[in-house]
């Protein structure tokens, strides 16, 4: 049973940093495509970033691109997300998720586990 754990998460103020990071059990880590959601109070669960099983291949929402960076180490069975420049509106619940694909997929079906969630709070 493949078994994700998320940390990282808290409170930071606006233009501050975090780093996320997601780590998987269970299964063979290499054999999944790995991505992060997230959700905000009242909000759907939406993509955030997602990385190919190698690690070769990524993709992130537009909403973030250019302060979100994902990375995996596939040594520790782990996989990152690198926030900067943070916002108010980067408040949510972060979720990771991992998925038997051969290639990165932004929709929530696609992922077959998903991990509990970290909470990030950015205070303005």
């Known amino acids: 049973q493949v078994q994700l754990v998320e940390s990282g998460g808290g409170l930071v103020q606006a233009g501050g940093s975090l780093s996320l990071s997601c780590a998987f059990s269970g299964r063979t880590f290499s054999d999944y495509a790995v991505g992060w959601f997230r959700q905000a109070p009242g909000k759907e669960r939406e993509f955030v970033a997602a990385i190919s099983r190698s690690g070769n291949s990524k993709m992130s929402a537009d909403s973030v691109k250019g302060r979100y960076n994902i990375s995996r180490d596939n040594a520790k069975n782990t996989v990152y997300l690198q926030v900067d420049k943070m916002q108010p509106e980067d408040t949510a619940i972060y979720y990771c998720?991992?998925?038997?694909?051969?290639?990165?997929?932004?929709?929530?079906?696609?992922?077959?586990?998903w991990g509990q969630g970290t909470q990030v709070t950015v205070s303005s």
């Open positions: 998720a991992a998925g038997v694909s051969t290639s990165i997929a932004t929709t929530r079906p696609r992922y077959d586990y």
